[in-house]
Each structure stands twice: as C-alpha cells, then as structure tokens.
C-alpha cells in the first residue's frame, strides 16, 4: 500500500489571487528576482562552459597562417550578424589578419 503523501507544508495556505481588471500581476520584485536568478544561472553556466573549453584546449598549438585562417573564418560568421558592434570588431580582426 502506498502511504499518503502530505503536503500541507509544500503548497501555501492561502492560494487566493486578485485577478483585478487586467488578470494576475505578479509582484515587480519577484519578476525581478527570477530574472536575477536566470542571468545569474546563465552567466555561471557561461563561465563553467568558458572553463571547460581553455581546459581542454590550452595545449594546442597553431601558427600564425593557421590562426590567420581562423580568424578569418570567423570575420565572415561575425560579419553575418548585421550588428553595428559585432561589424566592428570584425574590422578589428580583418587589420590583424592582414597586419604583416
């Protein structure tokens, strides 16, 4: 037989909502917490991902014609995003390339 599952201290006592003329509203400081919570989850995910990334790839080696070409590749994916900043920094990244 599988025992009754008690919840009474999971779920709030009180689970009335003002509905009010446009619906629910949730508070402005909750939203603002949850979406603390998410960038702060996001940017800890990034730095975990950037981590592990220079971890395994810290021995490799390339010449200065390989990482040319890898910037390169790279100047057209960055100039494929149309944004001013981004355009930006692939012009920087075009003067190293050609810089002899």
């Known amino acids: 037989m599988i025992p009754d ?9 009180n ?4 509905l ?3 619906g629910y ?5 909750a939203i603002m917490i949850a979406l603390l919570k ?3 989850f996001d940017v800890l995910h ?8 220079i971890s395994k790839h810290s021995k490799e080696k390339v010449t200065v014609a390989e990482l040319k070409d890898i910037l390169t ?6 100039r494929d995003m149309h944004d001013t900043k981004a355009l930006a920094i692939a ?9 002899s």
């Open 5 to 13: 599952i008690d919840l009474r201290d999971a779920v709030p006592e």
């Open 15 to 18: 689970i009335d909502v003002d």
């Open 20 to 22: 009010g003329k446009q």
């Open 25 to 29: 509203v949730p508070n402005k400081n």
């Open 38 to 40: 998410k960038l702060s």
């Open 46 to 53: 990034n730095f975990v991902a950037l981590n592990l990334y």
């Open 73 to 78: 590749d790279n100047i057209s994916l960055i």
């Open 91 to 99: 012009d920087i990244l075009q003067k190293a390339v050609s810089y």
